[in-house]
């Protein structure tokens, strides 16, 4: 009876595992209290996760070559939602880990503000003394009550308050310089934990869109299996014509949309902006009545126009574009910039797919400028606004300043407003507010909103390709 009963039980477990789809999921195992725990104990952890994606990225990249079954794309859907969980898990851990080096940061920049507080004080007491001397004429020295050698004992005084001030001012210079360092560093390290905290949202979101789908298969039994293959071949239907779809950029730059998609996806996690947002502003067709874009892109910067330079380009902005094309090798004569929209503006100028403005691009005047961001990305020594990858890595970053002014402390909430604010940012300036950011943002006939609009729209074409 028990030999019966035993068989019985084999029987039922090996059936079961016949009939149910093989699923190697596991549950997240690098999901560990981050709180407390030290830069090394952080690692180990990260590195688990990292291993777990690689895992889950090895079994999806090996189901995805079985043939078109129910069975097999739930197991896809479910390796892609395990994915996702490490993914924001390993985020997490960096995340803390950037904290630390950001407080890390802050201190040194406060020692170092104390520092220059100090020594300012020194330059001061200096200063103070050396005019008190300096103004001491010679005569009266010999009319003052102090004997000759007393007097020079102070002249000497006075040689060595010299060589302190000195030193005091290069001490000076030496903490602004590692102030500024430092402050480098904090603001590349919080740019990074804002893009990391943006990524994984989008994960966040990603598996959201996944579990759906898997409910959706979940729900469908065998005798709906050819269903779901027509279903199948229509949703390949659809990511062609998706991908295939012509791109135009502001700049009148033609391409697919898969072909824009690639460019700027990878750089998502390392940036912190939407792939869906970035192509929503590049694109022409989300321009205000087709205007930006309709006549960018063909004038030169010294041409003929109506305005107080004379020129398509103000005066302002020429030696600008004049150092970037002779870096580039470019004939500035013939480089074609944008013309003006008098009905927007008395100037032109703009280059690119992108379209940025000289200043914008390399302010050689200050030497800033989007130029150095997108060198540092991208690891090149001379990115070009007329490249297409440089442009959309320089929008994208162009984009993450903005979105961080509009998703402070008063900011918004929703994804659209924080979308429609960017955009209008970018559109307007980063220092728009008040009035002018809610004339560009908040009307449905608005640059913004109907930036925010089509980055839905791209958002929906990004989450059917990515399914």
């Known amino acids: 009876m028990n030999i019966f009963i035993k068989k019985i039980g084999v029987m039922f477990f090996v059936s079961l595992f016949l009939f149910f789809p093989k ?51 739930i197991d896809i859907l479910g ?26 940061k802050k201190e040194t920049i406060g020692q170092l503000n104390k520092r220059a507080e100090r020594t300012l004080s020194s330059i001061s007491g200096l200063i103070k003394k050396t005019n008190e001397l300096d103004s001491f004429s010679s005569v009266e020295a010999l009319l003052s009550q102090e004997s000759i050698s007393e007097f020079f004992v102070d002249f ?45 949202e989008e994960e966040k979101r990603k598996t959201e869109v996944y579990k759906k789908e898997n409910e959706k298969l979940l729900s469908l039994n065998r005798q709906q299996e050819q269903e779901y293959k027509n279903t199948i071949a ?38 912190g902006v939407e792939s869906a947002l970035v192509l929503a502003v590049l694109t022409q067709e989300s321009a205000i009545d087709g205007v930006i874009g309709s006549n960018l892109g063909r004038c030169t910067y ?59 691009w390399w302010d050689v005047g200050t030497g800033y400028g989007y130029k150095k961001r997108v060198a540092k990305v991208l690891g090149i020594d001379k990115p070009s606004p007329f490249v297409n990858l440089d442009a959309f890595v320089g929008t994208a970053s162009y984009l993450s300043d903005a979105r961080e002014m509009c998703s402070g402390p008063k900011g918004f909430d929703s994804q659209f407003d924080i979308w429609s604010c960017s955009a ?18 908040t009307s449905k006939w608005s640059y913004g909103y109907k930036v925010a609009e089509r980055a839905q729209s791209f958002q929906k074409d990004i989450d059917t390709l990515d399914l």
């Open 23 to 73: 699923n190697t999921f596991s549950e997240v195992v690098c999901s560990i209290d981050l709180e407390g725990k030290t830069d090394s104990e952080l690692e180990i952890s990260l590195q688990k996760c990292e291993q777990e994606i690689a895992e889950q990225e090895k079994l999806l990249q090996e189901k995805q070559k079985e043939s078109v079954n129910i069975e097999r794309d």
């Open 79 to 104: 390796y892609k939602i395990n994915k996702t969980k490490s993914d924001i898990r390993a985020k997490e851990i960096k995340i803390t880990q950037l904290k630390g080096g950001i407080e890390e």
């Open 156 to 200: 000497d005084n006075f040689n060595v308050l010299k060589d302190d001030l000195k030193d005091n001012l290069e001490a000076i210079r030496q903490i602004k310089g590692e102030t500024m360092t430092a402050q480098q560093k904090l603001e590349e390290q919080e740019q990074k934990e804002r893009a990391l905290k943006i990524a994984q």
């Open 234 to 271: 229509e949703k390949e239907r659809i990511k062609n014509e998706i991908r295939n779809r012509i791109f135009r950029t502001v700049g009148g730059i033609e391409m697919t949309f898969a072909e824009a998609l690639r460019l700027i996806q990878p750089y998502e996690n390392i940036i």
């Open 302 to 360: 010294n041409q003929t126009a109506r305005n107080a330079s004379g020129t398509v380009m103000s005066n302002s902005q020429k030696e600008s574009f004049l150092a970037i094309v002779g870096e580039l090798g470019l004939n500035a004569n013939t480089v074609p910039v944008s013309c003006p929209i008098y009905a927007d503006g008395a100037y032109g100028g703009a280059m690119g797919p992108s379209q940025f403005m000289p200043n914008t």
């Open 424 to 441: 209008a940012k970018y559109y307007a300036g980063l220092g728009a507010k008040n009035s002018t950011l809610s004339k560009h943002m």
